[in-house]
């Protein structure tokens, strides 16, 4: 760690041979190496990470194949060899239906490097059922999807990369332009979601147990003890689905299933009572000490709503409580002037914001320009909606984000989002180098979506909300 | 070919203005832009709010002036609309072209021969044959006598509705048949444009204005865009003092968001949003001359206009068998079908005019990470034929389109028989003996059209569409009951 400080070149050689022990660096330090320097190190450890990954990896050496690449000579051959979401999505999901989980596990072994012979399927029922076994039997993590349509996408993530993932947890909590904090085992955090979740935010509460409360489960304030079951999910997604496509009646589920909607139904009902004590105990003992908090702008928001609902309007926690958001409004719509509410609820001096997925390790911190900085283990992209080009590495482009995450090793760590991102190569406001990314994130579905096309042929959308659907369905 | 040379446009245009028509009158301030995105285009238009207080036909006996034409009359009327609607030689249907170059789905080839077709929606053989399919051209005529067991006398009249008529815009034809069934059944139309195709009905419209302006027919249509939803219109509009009927095609959203202005006195006729699909019997592999020409008539089906229909197959069965020898086969037929497909005629069929990324993404992942399970022959604009490799459909076959098509292998005809639902619209089979042998299964599954493999897109007179007779629902029916007292 003192080596951050003192360091200024980067070691190309070094990194591009171990790119993910870059995230030992300091995490400002981390993003003011000279771009062209970082560009070098990325290209060679791109080509290393593919030379190595391609034929462990099926589904990476089809892809490469379809573009004909067989090494990565430049930086627009790696911009073709990134994975669409759906990839990860690539089974039939009858495979969850039917209950194949021994298929669904060989086809996640396309997409892993870790060897997936030892997880026993024989006795599963149930998605949860899998990712559990998934992680006693091969220790892969799985981050899934919420999957409006019933399927879920499934990401493995293999012990060694689970333990960069922990890595990067810790390193995102600094503010780009901040010193380190310190101390962050005797800082309770506030989890504004279930103790067990198979998705990012999941994993990374997971890393915070582990490797700095060393399992001390009391620094934990979670608003549902349970699960975030990717069941719930599936199923919902699945039943709305078949009720829009005009193919559902309850009649036609299966009795295991049946059996469990009445379990759904008792969950959600008994959710706000849930939530209530949540709050109540957060402000009751957490009032005025420092926190942690990690969460999207609606979680913070609905923070906000229950603490003044409990008379609280102002500072409530201590002024270095390090809150972290990232994920942005998720759709919904605030008063103006909703950061400052927040942050002046809170009692902070400032918000630790971030754009990520859970497709990459770390999240990008945004400076005091408000742009969110690309630290150099990601190799991004910004490609052309259309024609899937990579813009030109310098100057401002606005287009599809693509990234290669160099600190994971054993998937392929290429991914093509659904985002619509605005990024400079060139030097920021805030005087550090590109690239960076604006404030203006957005999903492409946001931007094509709701206009008034009509057309004869077309099939009903699905609805969103799982839980509340199988609910209603029980009733 | 040369006519296609001699009759290039300049089709760049991107901003356009759509007028209000009422019922004869054209207002064509542009009090309202309103903003293309994702493949739209940009147009301004008049504030309908505004004109609320002429909108409707506020009262129904207002409509009396269409009965003192006979119904031979009108189909003159409509042979002559018909003719003069063409793009050379009508400003108003050029524009309309012109406007759905930007947002159809269809290439210009195929959008060119629609416009140039537009008459056929109105071709007064064709119509005098559907009316009397449907309504019976007696009951437009004047009161059917008939007599009850029991000797009671009644007589029975099909007359008019005020109706509102959300029209789709991946067809302009949709326009054209909209205004004929108005003028037929002698109803007043209000037509609302989708922004997918804001000017096609405006065509019809003027074209009718210019042709007979003060003609009945003329004086009982109107054309309005809005943005759906407008609750300040809507309200308004669709209340029982305006209007009887709502005829709404397509979009989900859209029907239920009409859905609750149905109240007493105001009736909704829905085509809905639906798909359609295929079954084609082990007989197709006979032998490859035969497997060839089965392929020649799925490709019609699933590549006409582009897939851009309802009608169009989508989802293809195939009682090819399951075991290797089979999905080998299957597979064959495959590439014959993505073959023929890509031999189909630029007037029915072109490369996709516009992709839709959720479906490239799901294709693209099935090549890579899907190949124990599919085969994806093709992809990209030029489409793909999708071949499963087990008895079931690609899990996103809702959003088939842009001539993707999934064939799917079966053992047991239930199979195919039991995906049919409310939501199937045609099911193209081969051969004709399976036809006859499933049609009372399709049926109360809930399929609604069962056509002989390579005729889904075919023009027909029987008048029926989606098993809800239409024509017939447009009509109010009126019995005259002669009670002898006794």
């Given at each position: 760690m003192v080596e951050a400080d003192l360091l200024e070149t980067l070691d190309i050689e070094r990194y591009a041979a171990r790119p993910e022990e870059l995230l030992d660096l300091d995490r400002?330090?981390?993003?003011?190496?000279?771009?062209?320097?970082?560009?070098?190190?990325?290209?060679?450890?791109?080509?290393?990470?593919?030379?190595?990954?391609?034929?462990?990896?099926?589904?990476?050496?089809?892809?490469?194949?379809?573009?004909?690449?067989?090494?990565?000579?430049?930086?627009?051959?790696a911009a073709k060899l990134l994975f669409k979401h759906s990839v990860y999505k690539s089974y039939p999901i009858s495979l969850v239906e039917k209950g194949q989980f021994d298929r669904l596990t060989q086809w996640l072994g396309k997409l892993t490097t870790v060897d997936l012979s030892a997880v026993k399927t024989s006795d599963l029922n149930s998605i949860d059922d899998w990712l559990d076994a998934l992680m006693r039997d091969a220790n892969v993590r799985i981050i899934h999807s919420t999957g409006t349509s019933g399927k879920l996408s499934f990401l493995p993530i293999g012990p060694e990369d689970i333990r960069v993932q922990t890595k990067s947890a810790m390193v995102v909590m600094q503010e780009l332009g901040q010193p380190k904090p310190e101390s962050l085992e005797d800082i309770p955090m506030i989890v504004v979601g279930h103790r067990v979740m198979y998705n990012g935010y999941g994993a990374k509460l997971e890393a915070f147990v582990k490797d700095v409360y060393h399992g001390d489960e009391s620094m934990l304030y979670v608003m549902d003890p349970g699960r975030l079951s990717a069941d719930v999910l599936s199923l919902g997604g699945r039943l709305a689905a078949a009720e829009g496509r005009g193919a559902l009646g309850r009649s036609e589920l299966a009795p295991s299933l049946a059996a469990r909607l009445d379990d759904f139904v008792a969950e959600q009902r008994a959710a706000p009572e849930r939530r209530a004590k949540f709050f109540d105990r957060v402000f009751d003992t957490l009032k005025g000490r420092r926190v942690m908090l990690s969460g999207n702008w609606a979680m913070l928001y609905e923070i906000m709503e229950a603490g003044r609902q409990r008379g609280l309007s102002?500072?409530?926690?201590?002024?270095?409580?390090?809150?972290?958001?990232?994920?942005?409004?998720?759709?919904?719509?605030?008063?103006?002037?909703?950061?400052?509410?927040?942050?002046?609820?809170?009692?902070?001096?400032?918000?630790?914001?971030?754009?990520?997925?859970?497709?990459?390790?770390?999240?990008?911190?945004?400076?005091?320009?408000?742009?969110?900085?690309?630290?150099?283990?990601?190799?991004?992209?910004?490609?052309?909606?259309?024609?899937?080009?990579?813009?030109?590495?310098?100057?401002?482009?606005?287009?599809?984000?693509?990234?290669?995450?160099?600190?994971?090793?054993?998937?392929w760590p290429g991914v093509l989002?659904?985002?619509?991102?605005?990024?400079?190569?060139?030097?920021?406001?805030?005087?550090?180098?590109?690239?960076?990314?604006?404030?203006?994130?957005?999903?492409?579905?946001?931007?094509?979506?709701?206009?008034?096309?009509?057309?004869?042929?077309?099939?009903?959308?699905?609805?969103?909300?799982?839980?509340?659907?199988?609910?209603?369905?029980?009733? | 070919m040369e006519n296609a040379q001699i009759e290039r446009l300049d089709t760049s245009q991107t901003m356009f203005n759509v007028p209000l028509i009422i019922r004869g009158q054209v207002i064509e301030n542009a009090d309202i832009m309103h903003s293309g995105r994702g493949g739209g285009i940009s147009f301004t238009a008049p504030d309908v709010g505004l004109h609320m207080a002429e909108l409707p036909?506020?009262?129904?006996?207002?409509?009396?002036?269409?009965?003192?034409?006979?119904?031979?009359?009108?189909?003159?009327?409509?042979?002559?609309?018909?003719?003069?609607?063409?793009?050379?030689?009508?400003?108003?249907?050029?524009?309309?072209?012109?406007?759905?170059?930007?947002?159809?789905?269809?290439?210009?080839?195929?959008?060119?021969?629609?416009?140039?077709?537009?008459?056929?929606?109105?071709?007064?053989?064709?119509?005098?044959?559907?009316?009397?399919?449907?309504?019976?051209?007696?009951?437009?005529?004047?009161?059917?006598?008939?007599?009850?067991?029991?000797?009671?006398?009644?007589?029975?009249?099909?007359?008019?509705?005020?109706?509102?008529?959300i029209v789709a815009g991946n067809a302009p034809g949709v326009s054209a048949m909209t205004v004929a069934r108005n003028a037929i059944t002698r109803g007043d139309a209000i037509i609302k444009t989708p922004s997918n195709d804001p000017m096609t009905a405006a065509a019809i419209a003027r074209t009718m204005i210019e042709m007979a302006p003060s003609h009945p027919l003329t004086r009982h249509l109107s054309v309005a865009y809005w943005k759906g939803g407008n609750a300040a219109i809507e309200e308004k509009l669709y209340s029982y003092r305006n209007i009887e009927k709502i005829v709404a095609w397509g979009g989900m959203a859209s029907i239920k968001h009409i859905a609750k202005y149905i109240q007493p006195g105001v009736e909704l006729v829905a085509l809905d949003p639906k798909l359609s699909s295929t079954i084609i019997g082990k007989e197709a592999f006979l032998d490859e001359e035969t497997m060839r020409n089965v392929a020649a008539e799925l490709a019609k089906d699933g590549g006409g206009l582009n897939q851009e229909a309802c009608v169009n197959a989508r989802v293809v069965w195939v009682e090819s068998g399951t075991d290797d020898e089979g999905i080998a086969a299957l597979n064959r037929f495959g590439q014959m079908v993505y073959d023929e497909i890509q031999a189909l005629p630029a007037e029915i069929s072109s490369p996709a005019v516009r992709c839709d990324p959720k479906l490239e993404e799901e294709v693209d992942a099935l090549k890579i990470g899907g190949n124990d399970w599919y085969r994806v022959i093709g992809g990209g604009r030029d489409g793909a034929v999708i071949v499963s490799q087990m008895d079931e459909a690609v899990d996103f076959a809702p959003i088939l389109a842009n001539r993707v098509i999934n064939l799917v292998p079966f053992d047991d005809i239930d199979t195919p028989v039991h995906a049919v639902t409310s939501y199937t619209q045609t099911i193209g089979i081969y051969p004709e003996t399976l036809k006859e042998e499933l049609r009372d299964r399709l049926a109360l599954q809930g399929a609604q059209r069962l056509v002989t493999l390579g005729y889904a897109l075919a023009a027909t007179t029987h008048g029926l569409q989606d098993a809800i007779e239409p024509w017939r629902r447009m009509c109010r029916w009126i019995v005259d009951e002669r009670h002898q007292p006794s």
């Open positions: 400002t330090a981390a993003i003011e190496f000279a771009a062209d320097d970082v560009e070098k190190m990325q290209l060679l450890a791109v080509r290393a990470r593919f030379a190595m990954l391609r034929d462990k990896l099926p589904v990476l050496a089809n892809l490469a194949k379809e573009h004909g690449i067989s090494e990565i000579e430049s930086l627009t051959d102002y500072g409530v926690f201590a002024p270095d409580s390090l809150i972290q958001c990232a994920g942005g409004a998720k759709g919904r719509v605030f008063p103006e002037g909703y950061r400052e509410d927040i942050k002046d609820f809170l009692g902070v001096p400032t918000i630790n914001e971030a754009y990520g997925m859970s497709e990459i390790t770390s999240l990008m911190g945004m400076c005091e320009a408000r742009h969110y900085h690309v630290p150099p283990w990601l190799l991004v992209f910004v490609l052309d909606p259309e024609t899937g080009q990579p813009s030109p590495r310098e100057g401002t482009h606005t287009g599809r984000f693509g990234v290669i995450d160099l600190g994971v090793k054993q998937r989002s659904g985002d619509e991102v605005t990024m400079s190569f060139d030097t920021c406001a805030c005087g550090r180098p590109g690239p960076h990314i604006a404030d203006t994130v957005r999903r492409f579905s946001e931007r094509e979506g709701g206009d008034d096309k009509i057309t004869c042929a077309g099939a009903p959308e699905a609805h969103d909300n799982a839980l509340a659907f199988l609910a209603d369905l029980a009733r | 036909l506020s009262s129904p006996g207002g409509l009396t002036d269409l009965y003192a034409l006979s119904l031979e009359e009108i189909f003159d009327f409509l042979g002559e609309l018909g003719s003069r609607l063409t793009i050379a030689g009508n400003p108003w249907v050029e524009e309309a072209f012109k406007a759905s170059c930007h947002t159809s789905g269809l290439g210009e080839s195929i959008l060119r021969s629609m416009y140039n077709n537009l008459s056929r929606s109105l071709e007064p053989r064709a119509l005098r044959e559907t009316v009397e399919q449907t309504i019976g051209i007696s009951h437009l005529q004047g009161w059917v006598k008939s007599q009850l067991d029991g000797g009671l006398d009644v007589r029975v009249r099909a007359f008019g509705a005020r109706c509102v008529h």
